[in-house]
């Protein structure tokens, strides 16, 4: 449950978790192409959303946007095929890239991959602890700063 607005610099998103409610800012992307907002904005236009569930199923053979919200498994399916479709990991056999990929991982993949303060990483996934982010970034580079260099040795 909750609500977006859509503003000039990006998108509000107004979320209901299990701590409570909470906001999170999504920034425009440097391009079309790329942008969650401009996703977004492109989704409610052709899908003719002016209110009720943001993410919807696509009947009729992709020409007709259901009322009803999407459940999480059919998420899990669509990120599924969409990294197969994509081609991400193609070195990999089929069934080890569809187990690399779901909501979790992109999650992981958005804190390890963002070169921000730590503590915007964890406001963004909604963490309580500094801990759990540190958690969901793995492969961030622990070095990237570095204070031995830093201090002129």
Same mark, same amino acid.
Request: with cysteine; glycine share 12%; charged share 30%.
């Given at each position: ?26 920034? $425009? ?47 899990? *399916? ?10 991400? *990991? ?6 080890? $890239? ?40 793995? *492969? ?14």
């Amino acid at each position: 449950n909750g609500w977006i607005e859509i503003l000039d610099k990006g998108m509000l998103v107004t979320l209901r978790g299990k701590t409570g409610w909470r906001e999170v800012e999504i920034g $425009r992307g440097s391009s079309d192409l790329t942008c969650p907002v401009h996703a977004v904005e492109t989704w409610l236009k052709l899908g003719r959303i002016g209110h009720g569930p943001l993410f919807r199923r696509v009947t009729g053979k992709g020409k007709a946007v259901g009322p009803e919200r999407l459940r999480d498994q059919e998420i899990a *399916r669509l990120i599924k095929k969409t990294v197969l479709a994509a081609g991400i *990991r193609g070195e990999l056999p089929e069934a080890e $890239r569809i187990k690399l990929f779901s909501g979790h991982s992109l999650r992981a993949g958005l804190a390890s991959s963002a070169e921000v303060d730590e503590r915007y990483v964890q406001k963004q996934l909604g963490h309580a602890s500094a801990e759990m982010t540190r958690r969901y970034q793995r *492969r961030r580079d622990r070095f990237r700063v570095n204070l031995t260099k830093a201090a002129g040795l």
